[in-house]
């Protein structure tokens, strides 16, 4: 059984390292202005380009990491389902310390499908912000 904490967030390894990356990201994002305007850009004008090998190549490495992305949505989702279902059963079973382990499986899996769902916005930001 797992003792309950009052500040439950310090022992969630997990929330830990996303808060991490989340502070990391901001700190690189908010200092990516001022590091691009102070460093000439040594590769100006080049771009990467796929239509090297053609249209097939290009639109079939968008659709395998189309494919790799709605894999991971659909595993968040499931994440989701059955920790609220874990929350349910141990509610209405009254099992306190099920429901406070339910509700951080729960709450992880959240904050795992919103990093996800959010995967490509973020990734646009930063590379608007660095691409300057």
Do not use: H
Not at 24 to 31: F, I, K, N, S, V
Not at 92 to 98: A, E, F, L, M, W
């Amino acid at each position: 059984m797992k003792p309950v904490t009052p500040l439950r967030w310090m022992c969630a390894p997990t929330r830990r390292a996303a808060c991490a990356a989340l502070t990391a990201g901001m700190w690189l994002l908010l200092d990516a202005a001022s590091a691009s305007a102070a460093i000439p850009n040594p590769l100006g004008g080049v771009a990467p380009d796929f239509g090297l090998f053609g249209d097939a190549m290009n639109s079939t490495w968008k659709r395998i990491v189309a494919f790799i992305w709605a894999l991971i949505l659909v595993g968040c989702v499931v994440r989701v389902i059955v920790g609220a279902f874990k929350v349910r059963r141990a509610k209405s079973r009254g099992y306190t310390n099920d429901l406070a382990e339910g509700s951080e499986e729960l709450q992880d899996a959240l904050i795992a499908l919103g990093l996800v769902a959010l995967a490509s916005p973020l990734i646009g930001t930063v590379l608007f912000v660095v691409g300057g």
